[in-house]
């Protein structure tokens, strides 16, 4: 255990600390599971009493009538002797009031000790923020030196000051990189309503065809892959397509989205260890801590992405195998595959894919005894299976791994 953690630990414990959480937020999605899932678990290794007092998106016109005035009223709770400390997502309230109202309302809560989670500023307190410019130009530098990309254009939307950051992060990674950029480089819808960025993505095109497209945010760069595909457009395969913020949206396109990870669940598990420090030391000036992002592959940009290289490694092993093996050896080389591509199986398992095999051969489990010693095209079998990610790859639900994909041997 280090020294940080020990003393945090011990802190906690001997003042019995409580800290809550406030945000006005739609908890179906991703980015509010993971923040309330990071700090979550920082208060339970630290001992801490949690209170939750966000109040999600409302979907229902009975409940939306009162529904910030409800919120409000809660602000009165989130003081000493109540609380120890609080995490604020000030931003997550962008939509309902103006940024000097939010500010307002958060520097009324003071002295309690605080730490924000958001983009918004809040005089005195700190707050865990990611690097937008280092995080651009990750993908920019993806982009440009590993596909070899000069013709790279920019959309986000003007509705968000995070999107507004990112695009001037967009302007100077690509100056950085004596990549030509202009602002007709430069394409900001009004919305992330998908008939705004249909509109946007009209409109880069019809100045000329990108290498491209740098998005500010997944929901924008699915939506642009939707549109590039109705006007005949493949997507990487004509013009690349990336995101930012690694939300499921991005899983879900026929070329699943190249993204920057933004570490949700570490920020929100970062925001809790801040305050604990805030609320030993009240007097210390503490400054903005920001989380290392990450650039996840997948296959928008013209890569392969992590899962399918595998596919393909293991359907090497497939392929490496010798054209024509005779009858009595087919059953052994495909035990001993089987054992290399798929060692978390049980021997029931194993037992059941080799004769599933064996019996597309010879339509029975095992090389019939009774047929004269002949030549068995192997190779010439599985190949096409290996070059379409094998079936075994394709339909994980047939082989799964003891408790998910991701627990695969590599």
Known sequence: MSTPVARRR????????????????????????????GIMQATEDYGINFINISSAVHHSIFLDADFLPQYLTKLQFMRTPLLDGLITWASSLSEYMEHDEIQKIFNSLQPLPMVDIGYLDIQGVPSIRIDNAHSIRLMVRHLAEIHGFKKIVFVGSKASSPHQTRMECFKEAM????????????????????????????????????????????????????????????????IAVTGFNNQLAGLTTSAPVTTIDLAYFRRGYEAVELLIDRIKYPNAVVLNRTVQTSLVIRQSCGCFEDSVLQAQRDSNIFLSAPYAVSDEEAPAYLKSAIEKVFPWLDAPSKKSLKEAVLHDIYD?????????ARLVSLAAYVHPFAQSGCRFHTEPHLFPAPHSASARPA
């Open 175 to 238: 100056t950085e990189l004596g990549l030509p950029c202009s602002e007709n480089d430069i394409f900001m819808a009004d919305s992330l309503d998908p008939k705004d960025i249909a509109d946007q993505t009209e409109l880069l095109l019809s100045r000329s065809v990108p290498e491209a497209i740098l998005t500010s945010s997944d929901i924008i760069a699915t939506n642009i892959i939707e549109e590039l595909e109705k006007r005949g457009f493949s997507v990487p395969d004509d």
């Open 10 to 37: 011990a802190f906690a414990k001997k003042n019995n600390l409580t800290i809550g959480f406030t945000a006005i937020a739609d908890f179906s999605s991703f980015i509010g599971q993971e923040y309330l899932a």
């Open 364 to 372: 029975t489990n095992v090389p019939p005894p009774e047929k004269p």
